[in-house]
């Protein structure tokens, strides 16, 4: 990391403390179950000011969670994993803004999902002959982004957020981000979608689908009872990480971090680790298999897979000089023509400035799939900053301390509201987003 | 497929049988294990000449087969795996030349390899009280693209073919006709290398890792006896073939040929099929685990990380001319000029002509690997046409009918040998392949 980086002259936010806030009330979901109450964990940094217009919403990603800055404790000094972002003269400064950062329903780190107990369910006595009732497990309705964005606004109105600052995602987090603006058009001012996509290709979602396969064919899965049989499909965890962190990495960052190094020097003609870059993957597939649940992770890829703003959003609401089909950017399939102007539909009626960021060497979501939006809001008239950054470590750049993101999105939080919702930023200011952050 | 391919105007070779030549002497091989004796399965097309001068060898690449052209039988016509390139007046022309292709020991379409009796084990009593001499299974040795290229030429002697007219091949055919060249010098003129690499990156050995442990992680492997064992490791293998296949295919083919298109129309959110390519992938998958064996999957894969046909041919061999580091190509990581003077190195005593064959979609061997190839073989003064054929099928281009491609194969099989070694074909006779063609 440089130097030169703005979070080089800047601290953390230190201790933190999660809450979990509980609602009471039922959830009706999008694919028409209903949760008859949830819980939030949830972590804030800064101070709310008087009039509540200094708040920032944090989205994570598929494993993420709430604890994004700071650390739990004098023994668990882990810090958040956005601790790089988030912070005292940060790119989202914690002298400035209150950062709200929650633990999406369906994960695994303190909101109700697939490990919670299910109140609904019978309960059972378990070989210790004692009554126990069951966690959700496989019965953990599938969630959508869309979901994710109505619970994230019943917390904002627990906190009494009625607009906020901006709301912040990458990957996964950034179709929170851009969800929000669709859904809840007057309750933010700012949208920050950062390595994200409008849609997963067809190769994302086979992507998915071996990681879904991985675990679904882990004879220890159980059927997704693998807490009550008290098995834990391991291998398909494994699996499924290990395919998965090959697409957020590169093959130049591979290369450049393991080449064909191998760990014992020579070939030893077995099927035991002979070469750096298994090492890392099996490790990084053993620790995540650790610490994550195996339901979860099915769910998360799904939500990724359904993520699909213009649901709802048909060209047939539009008019007719948003379904112009000439105007239609580089044809990329059969259907783009239509997804531009369903794209176009869905995010005329959004109020919100944006930020687009992609990264050069980001083949998971790849720069043309967040131009996919940026053409759209452009063409919509909103107004909209993109820069794609040039760095080397593929998806996961939106984890990097690199100086012109983080310049770009700290410019971008600080510069003053344009009340011409119809106006917009020229492109050519994206790429001084220094100016921004001098404001 | 489109109607002015020169494949349209020419028919198949029709009935053929494979022939297995046995063996008897002990091979010896990279990994210092023996064989006391092999069989080679063998397909030939067309009819040897009286010199001997007009063989072509074949050789395929990771699920491939002797069975590259015409079919086997009334009851069964399927078409060899390359019949759009083998046969009469085709661009490797059977009215022209004798063509060979074998399966490789180690695979399982009737070579030796895994699946076959290993003579040094010890029998055993099965279930239902029969003696039985067990399969090799996991005590199979590991095998190298150079002990292939061993048998081949012991295949050559056999056949009386002292020098082949041209060695070709495909993914790791090409690999085999890299390592024809650098091992046997003196016994090819021409060498065709297709949709290859001179090695796999940490990226290509990165998945082929997750499809071993795949593998390796089902319970039914059974350490690889699942023959006697009576299982099959089948969801290791489809997960294989599923991570394996998308690496086959481009991003944009999957977009043309899937999107996201749902299968029933709509979410249901569960975990059966949704979107039409997973439906594909499980397809592949399915049906791939009931034609393939694990371990020679496994054996396979390693061959392909092993690959490196440099060793044994460092700098140090070399002269000063060719251990320049100033001549590098672009660096693509910190060994690249190191591994730029290896294959300088390795292929400086070359004698053959080559025609190296890339697609610019192919993002398993990328173009780029082929050019590391070329740029080290005209640095050497080596004859070399290069092509990088626009084709939207991603790595699996090397099987489609496209007529650049195969007008290029035809053209450079058919032009006369030039006797000398030291010349270099100009890179822009590479851009009309018509012309060679109509030689």
Not at 125 to 134: K, L, R
Not at 137 to 166: C, Y
Not at 346 to 374: G, I, K, N
Request: hydrophobic share 35%.
């Amino acid at each position: 990391m440089s130097d030169d980086t703005p979070a080089h002259d800047s601290g953390s936010v230190g201790l933190v403390t999660p809450t979990l806030y509980h609602f009471a009330e039922p959830l009706t979901l999008e694919c028409n179950r209903t949760l008859p109450s949830f819980d939030l964990m949830v972590e804030t940094y800064g101070t709310l000011n008087a009039d509540k217009s200094n708040a920032i919403l944090i989205c994570h990603a598929l494993s993420g969670s709430h604890h994004a800055a700071g650390y739990h404790s004098e023994d668990d000094k882990k810090l958040g994993w956005w601790d790089n972002m988030i912070g005292p003269n940060k790119a989202i400064d914690t002298n400035r803004f209150f950062v709200v950062c929650l633990n999406n329903i369906g994960s695994c780190f303190g909101s109700t999902g697939p490990t919670s107990i299910n109140p609904d369910a019978d309960s059972y006595v378990n070989d210790a002959g004692e009554t126990v009732q069951p966690v959700y497990g496989p019965d953990f309705p599938l969630i959508t982004i869309k979901d994710w964005v109505k619970t994230q606004a019943m917390l904002s109105d627990r906190l009494g957020i009625e607009v906020w600052h901006a709301v912040v995602g990458g990957s996964m987090g950034g179709m929170q981000a851009m969800q929000w603006s669709v859904d809840y058009p007057e309750r933010l001012k700012r949208c920050v979608v950062i390595a994200s996509t409008p849609k997963l290709s067809a190769q994302n979602i086979a992507f998915n689908e071996v990681a879904r396969q991985s675990i679904l064919s882990d004879p220890d899965f159980n059927d997704g009872r693998y807490l009550q049989a008290g098995t834990y499909p391991r291998r398909g965890l494994i699996l499924a990480r290990m395919v998965g962190h090959i697409t957020y990495l590169t093959d130049e960052a591979m290369r450049a971090k393991f080449g064909r190094d191998l760990k014992l020097g020579k070939f030893m003609y077995g099927y035991d680790v002979e070469f750096q870059v298994e090492s890392y993957l099996r490790y990084q597939g053993e620790r995540f298999s650790k610490n994550f649940d195996a339901n979860t992770y099915l769910l998360m890829t799904k939500a990724l897979d359904y993520f699909d703003p213009t649901r709802g959003h048909s060209t047939a609401l539009a008019d007719d000089s948003l379904t112009e089909p000439s105007t239609a950017p580089e044809e990329t399939g059969a259907d783009s023509a239509s997804e531009y102007n369903d794209l176009k539909a869905t995010f005329a009626h959004t109020q919100c400035q944006y930020l687009v960021v992609s990264f050069t060497t980001d083949w998971r979501f790849a720069p043309e799939r967040s131009q996919e939006l940026v053409n759209a809001l452009m063409a919509t008239g909103k107004p909209v900053s993109y820069i794609n950054v040039d760095a080397p470590h593929g998806h996961d750049s939106f984890l990097f301390d690199i100086p012109r993101y983080m310049g770009a999105v700290k410019g971008f939080l600080n510069a003053p509201f344009i009340h011409t919702p119809s106006s917009t930023h020229s492109a050519a200011t994206a790429a001084t987003p220094s100016t921004g952050a001098a404001l």
